[in-house]
């Protein structure tokens, strides 16, 4: 089978492109809620711990190091498992389980009981549900569309998800200063329940995972997955490049509301602004890719979203009070905008590229390695802020994104213009 094999009868395509596909906007629109909540707990989380706990810097790296953890403890069954398992349910069953787990945070709060514990549990426990939701959908998206029309769905849900990371921020920060940063978990926990709400309205009739898929061993099936993105050269140097850029980027955003509030004295609604203005540029970089990866081809496309997100990040270091804050701004909208570009690019790369019935153990392949070094990138950033401070921990991470885009230069991107269409060994 050929990864430009359908699996299952194709869902009537209405005209008028994909905001006509009524299945389509569901999950758009489920997607779209869901990562405003996600992007809502990367400040309300942290602000808990720093202004309702009084916790350490490294207590606060370490909640992003457990929010990231099931990557690296569970992502390869996890990508079995969604091999075998209907997608769209197991996606509803997740974010419920965010909605609980981040219900429970006011509760707590209201009956004085919460701990740094606690939000450490409801970060491992929202990142082992986002572990299963993120693979399965991306194993879900082409169900619903045609391979020539997921370029466009994946830089739509990009534009979406980018567009989050302003919102997201912006609303925790917002609600932090008017009424607390407890009462923003709140609305995180209304947005899971939302989207679980639009996946339940979807239609398109789900192909059942094969038999035979049900019978094999759960170890063979992880092994194929990994043996299949060891063995091939254009996913094993995406998987690396991505494996070390990650380092940098989640060690420096794991401390940096810690360096805001602390080193820089700003108040809550002042660093939810900033952490939304610094990722505008992902908005612009998803709406833009589809055109670069075009005009320029897709393999060049993904080393010019690379150079983006290494340079720039020596920009975020230079922040300071007034104006200052004008560096990490400009550093974070370029940086979103080269992250942005690549992972367009590199989604519907895989979707296609790869054979279906191997889609979902090769995409948690790749993000166990990908998402694997995050809580890694978080302890130690905790831990060189805990030492050395701060802002040193943060010159320390963006110095290290400076230097991943040269990981690509390794494999063969650099002789090609465009991405192939399929794997040969498929």
Not at 262 to 278: D, H, I, N, S, T
Request: charged share 10%.
């Amino acid at each position: 089978m050929t990864a430009a094999t359908r699996i299952g009868p194709a869902p009537v395509r209405p005209v008028g492109g994909l905001l006509r596909h009524r299945d389509f906007r569901l999950l758009w629109a489920g997607q779209t809620v869901s990562s405003i909540g996600s992007n809502i707990t990367v400040v309300a989380l942290p602000l808990v711990a720093v202004a309702v706990l009084d916790a350490s810097t490294f207590q606060v790296a370490f909640l992003t190091a457990a929010a990231w953890l099931p990557w690296l403890l569970i992502g390869l069954p996890a990508g079995a498992w969604v091999d075998r398992l209907p997608r769209r349910p197991l996606m509803v069953v997740c974010d419920l389980i965010c909605a609980l787990a981040f219900l429970s945070v006011p509760m707590a709060a209201l009956l004085g009981r919460l701990t740094v514990t606690q939000l450490l549990l409801v970060a491992l426990g929202a990142g082992v549900a986002r572990v299963f939701f993120e693979t399965a959908d991306q194993v879900y998206l082409p169900v619903l569309l045609r391979p020539e029309q997921l370029p466009d769905g994946n830089a739509k849900l990009q534009a979406t998800q980018t567009a989050s990371y302003v919102v997201g921020p912006g609303l925790a920060g917002l609600i932090a200063q008017l009424v607390g940063a407890v009462a923003a978990l709140l609305l995180d926990a209304l947005t899971f329940l939302l989207s679980a709400l639009f996946l339940l309205r979807i239609r398109t009739a789900e192909p059942r995972p094969g038999r035979r898929d049900r019978t094999r061993s759960l170890r063979r099936d992880m092994a194929d997955g990994l043996r299949f993105v060891v063995g091939d050269p254009y996913l094993r140097v995406l998987t690396l490049y991505g494996a070390a850029s990650n380092i940098g980027l989640t060690g420096y955003q794991a401390v940096l509301v810690v360096f805001l509030v602390r080193e820089l004295r700003l108040a809550p609604g002042v660093v939810g602004v900033l952490v939304g203005v610094m990722s505008i540029g992902g908005i612009v970089g998803a709406l833009l890719a589809t055109a670069v990866a075009r005009r320029f081809g897709s393999a060049r496309a993904l080393l010019v979203g690379a150079a983006l997100t290494g340079p720039p990040a020596l920009l975020i270091p230079l922040a300071g009070p007034g104006v200052g804050l004008l560096w990490p701004a400009l550093g974070g909208v370029l940086l979103s905008l080269g992250v942005a570009i690549g992972n367009v690019v590199k989604g519907a790369f895989r979707q296609t590229y790869t054979p279906h019935h191997l889609l979902g153990r090769v995409t948690v392949s790749m993000q166990l390695l990908n998402y694997g070094t995050i809580p890694l990138a978080a302890v130690l950033a905790g831990a060189l802020g805990a030492r050395y401070g701060v802002g040193t921990a943060i010159t320390v991470m963006t110095a290290w994104s400076a230097l991943t885009p040269l990981i690509l230069l390794i494999g063969p991107l650099r002789r090609r213009r465009d991405l192939p269409a399929a794997a040969a060994a498929s």
